[in-house]
């Protein structure tokens, strides 16, 4: 992935904030079964906003989600986005 002209944020790619807080938790290594307990989703749904976020991020695995944030320059710590 080439680092981007300009800085895109998260609501540019269409992420909803939910999906920002889930993909915050994958950064932080959760597991679906964890994020879903700590957002009170089921893992189904957590499952859902998983593979929404791969493909707007365009990769195929948590890794590669985890390379793309950081190349875009995201800090998706809780206090970073309050």
């Known amino acids: 992935m080439r680092l981007p002209r300009r800085k895109f944020q998260p609501r540019d790619l269409g992420l909803t904030e939910r999906q920002v807080d889930v993909l915050a ?5 959760k597991s679906n079964k964890a994020i879903g307990r700590a957002l009170d989703l089921t893992e189904p749904t957590v499952r859902n906003h998983v593979t929404a976020v791969l493909k707007a991020l365009n990769v195929t695995n948590r890794t590669g989600a985890i390379i793309a944030v950081v190349e875009l320059g995201w ?4 206090t970073a986005r309050s």
């Open 75 to 78: 800090d998706l710590r809780p």
């Open 25 to 29: 938790l994958v950064m932080q290594g």
